[in-house]
């Protein structure tokens, strides 16, 4: 009795514990023990029963036997795996994806490559533009600066002044020789007139000279006067007319005066002009839009010809310079298109090939490749292409030496 007990108490508290942790599978137990004709009295062993008993969760199509019991129907059929262990489906569906993809990608595949070949980029290429040299034509003191780096100037701005009074006093000295040299052609006029006068009056005067020995050469055929008269009548003659000859020199001489006298005043002129040049030089203007940079002139400088003073950078003549591969040459020509991205904005600009290069960059360098000597290594060379900026596009923000990736979209 007490070990029947004791395991009475066993499998009550067994009991108990599977009905905390499954109180659906004691209710089943229960319930197909009552079905089979058990009483009260075999709680207990219903009780065990549910412990000892391993039972699955319920199913419509399960029913207990005689004996209480539940017996599983007959399993589907389940199709047999695979020698890899993995089923028809299953692997159907794994197999099923990559074609769809390798599908999607033939069928794309032209489309892509059409685009792929509609356009030529590169990224070795920066805004150009011109940088124009500001430089005395004359020497002097610099007196002013009107400008430091970065400044924006206007075209016909005054940016550097020099000491003009130098170049006042030569412009006063010019003038004075300008007006002397037009003195002197007035004198050379009033010269040349003088000797015109003195022509007309030997002219008179030859004139009655030779009628007086042409008329004594007639009474001395008549011999009506003595041959000594004749002679002295006829000498006369000759005199006048060397006089008339002379006079007649001399007019061609004071002529001649006058287009020397005329000559100097041209250079005179030319003087004054120099001079006034010079004075003009003592302020130096803008040539063009832009920003100054490097600086290089103080405030009482002492400067000479042809020195740099400082550069203007022109902002309203931009390019892009592109320095394409070779191999990528082929097919970009002038006129097409061209989308310009610049690094610093983020933004896009519109342009179009402007020229294509002459030589390649390494041409123009100051110690060009000699292939011909040494051993040679093949390097794909690049040559610049300039691009230009379509109108109509606001530039203002951009500045020489930005980096940018231009696409040239094929035609």
């Known amino acids: 009795m007490t070990h029947l007990s004791e395991n009475s108490t066993s499998d009550h508290g067994a009991t108990s514990e599977l009905r905390a942790t499954d109180p659906d599978r004691c209710k089943l137990t229960n319930h197909a023990a009552e079905e089979a004709g058990a009483g009260p009295a075999d709680d207990a062993l219903r009780g065990d029963l549910a412990y000892r008993t391993p039972l699955k969760a319920y199913q419509p199509d399960r029913a207990p036997d005689r004996a209480g019991a539940f017996t599983d129907p007959a399993p589907d059929p389940v199709p047999p795996p695979k020698a890899d262990g993995r089923r028809p489906g299953r692997a159907a569906g794994r197999l099923l994806l990559p074609l769809l993809l390798a599908l999607a990608v033939i069928a794309a595949a032209p489309w892509v490559w059409n685009y792929l070949e509609s356009y030529e980029t590169t990224d070795d290429a920066q805004i150009d533009g011109h940088i124009d040299p500001l430089s005395s034509r004359i020497d002097g003191t610099v007196i002013a600066v009107h400008a430091e780096d970065d400044d924006r100037v206007r075209r016909g701005d005054l940016l550097v002044e020099i000491d003009p009074r130098d170049y006042e006093v030569a412009v006063a000295a010019a003038r004075a020789r300008l007006a002397l040299a037009l003195a002197q052609v007035a004198a050379a006029r009033q010269d040349y007139a003088a000797a015109l006068a003195q022509v007309r009056e030997a002219a008179a005067t030859n004139f009655r000279a030779q009628r007086d020995a042409r008329r004594y050469a007639a009474l001395l055929e008549q011999q009506v006067v003595p041959q000594e008269q004749y002679d002295q009548y006829h ?5 006048e007319a060397a006089r008339v000859a002379s006079a007649a020199e001399a007019a061609g001489s004071a002529l001649k005066a006058i287009a020397a006298r005329e000559a100097e005043v041209d250079a005179a002129r030319a003087a004054l002009d120099q001079a006034l040049l010079n004075l003009s030089y003592t302020k130096i203007y803008a040539p063009a839009d832009g920003i100054v940079g490097h600086r290089a002139v103080q405030l009482g400088s002492r400067i000479q010809p042809a020195e740099t003073l400082m550069f203007v950078t022109e902002t309203d003549h931009l390019w892009v310079m592109a320095n394409f591969k070779e191999t990528q040459l082929a097919r970009i020509h002038r006129g097409e298109p061209v989308t310009i991205h610049v690094d610093t904005f983020g933004r896009d600009y519109r342009g179009h090939v402007v020229n294509l290069p002459g030589a390649s960059g390494d041409r123009f360098s100051l110690l060009p490749p000699e292939n011909a000597t040494g051993n040679y290594v093949k390097v794909v060379q690049r040559l610049p ?19 940018v990736e231009p696409t040239v979209w094929l035609r």
């Open 235 to 239: 000498a006369a003659a000759g005199v």
């Open 385 to 403: 292409v300039r691009i230009a900026f379509d109108p109509g596009q606001d530039l203002h923000r951009l500045h020489l030496g930005m980096s």
